[in-house]
């Protein structure tokens, strides 16, 4: 939130510009996650706490394992007066599954199916659910069940900005 404090309100976009390397000093950012990491002060942060083993160091965004996270497509370069319902609307989300290319551009625009089948998902790897952050700021856990891909009514947990 502090990142879209300092560039009217704008959140990251998911593709900063094609770099081979973008590890520190980080002076050509790849993608929405080394874009964040001055604000964040460690790419640590990038990786799930609850993560057994890593097979990525975390200091070259453009480098597979750089984060566990992803970005919700839709919010790329969205200035946040843009999303009618912050509140319910998914910002960033657990989603490493070990099959993505999850470097500092990784994003998603709905859960996968698969996702919301399998109990090793990301989705639910924390008791069930997962930890979704949102668009005005909060953090909050949540079972599959409860995510919509495309939002119904304003309450909904969605992906959908408008």
């Given at each position: ?11 990251p ?33 990038f990786?799930?706490p ?10 070259d ?32 989300g ?49 079972r ?17 900005v408008?």
């Amino acid at each position: 939130m502090v990142y879209s404090q300092d560039w009217d309100e704008r959140l990251p976009l998911i593709s900063v510009k094609a770099v081979s390397s973008s590890g520190a000093p980080y002076l050509a950012p790849y993608g929405w996650a080394d874009t964040l990491q001055p604000y964040i002060k460690s790419t640590k942060r990038f990786q799930c706490p609850s993560e057994e083993s890593s097979t990525a160091d975390g200091t070259d965004g453009v480098q597979p394992g750089f984060t566990d996270y992803w970005f919700n497509t839709n919010l790329s370069g969205v200035n946040l007066d843009k999303v009618i319902h912050p509140a319910t609307t998914i910002w960033l989300g657990d989603g490493n599954d070990g099959a993505d290319l999850t470097d500092a551009r990784y994003n998603r625009n709905s859960l996968p199916l698969s996702w919301l089948q399998n109990s090793g998902s990301p989705a639910q790897r924390h008791l069930g659910g997962a930890n979704y952050a949102f668009a005005d700021g909060h953090v909050k856990f949540y079972r599959p069940a409860n995510i919509k891909n495309a939002r119904t009514k304003a309450s909904d947990i969605s992906f959908a900005v408008k």
